[in-house]
């Protein structure tokens, strides 16, 4: 079955500055890879996601990358504010297939003012 | 409207007692999934309901678990006996559609089994 690594387990840095959080799948069927947040007291909420035909998306001040050939995804946080502390996911899954989310270990992002 | 909704946010048990976790997921979702997240470690899928069937329940850790859907609606997750390695963050997700598109996550359930 499909295993997601994700790192680092902890991230911290200085607000302004830019945070990678890196992820690779073992599934070379997987084609769905959201990232979530997950906010202290709270659920993860998808923050952005990106299908196996796309190489790279934005929104905003996040990004997501897929290298296909190499299985792994990034997220990039730019300008980062303290607001984006959290612990983020990084998932993936076979979407014509139904599969169930297979969720990496999580990163907890810390961002320092 | 109202989000994923999940009964309690924290329960404390013995060993060898039970405990039912309730998810009520948003409205019209026929998609319900239970995962569990033990310190530190992934978010591990446990199952997956579509309306009252269960459609994967491979992520099931064993016979101790048991979770219903009756009717379609809410769910439930009984553990019986809880046993120490069941304590962890129980989440309930739903979703519109099959085959992908975003998880709509409750706050969870804290299970801690002493």
């Known amino acids: 079955g499909e295993n997601v690594e994700q790192h680092p387990s902890t991230l911290s840095v200085q607000e302004g500055d830019s945070a990678v959080i890196k992820c690779t799948y073992s599934?070379?069927?997987?084609?769905?890879f959201p990232w979530y947040k997950q906010e202290l007291g709270k659920g993860p909420q998808l923050i952005i996601d990106?299908?196996?035909?796309?190489g790279e998306k934005k929104d905003q001040r996040i990004a997501v990358t897929l290298n296909k050939t190499a299985k792994h995804f990034s997220l990039h946080i730019t300008e980062t504010q303290p607001e984006d502390s959290a612990v983020y996911f990084c998932a993936a899954s076979i979407s014509q297939a139904g599969t169930a989310l297979i969720f990496g270990k999580g990163t907890t992002l810390s961002v320092s003012s | 409207e109202a989000g994923v909704t999940q009964f309690p946010s924290h329960s404390v048990i013995e060993k060898g007692q039970t405990v039912t976790l309730r998810c009520d997921p948003i409205?019209?979702?026929?998609?319900l999934y239970w995962y569990r997240r033990v310190m530190g470690k992934e978010i591990k899928f446990l199952l997956h309901?579509?309306?009252?069937?269960?459609?994967?329940e491979s992520g099931m850790p064993n016979n101790r678990f048991l979770a219903e859907r009756t009717g379609g609606t809410y769910s439930t997750l009984k553990v019986q006996p809880a046993e120490l390695e069941d304590s962890g963050v129980y989440f309930c997700a739903s979703s519109l559609y099959l085959s992908t598109g975003e998880l709509f996550f409750g706050e969870g359930s804290r299970l801690t089994v002493l």
């Open positions: 990106i299908r196996s035909n796309v």
């Open positions: 409205s019209g979702h026929d998609n």
């Open positions: 309901f579509v309306k009252e069937s269960k459609q994967d």
């Open positions: 599934d070379s069927a997987s084609n769905y």
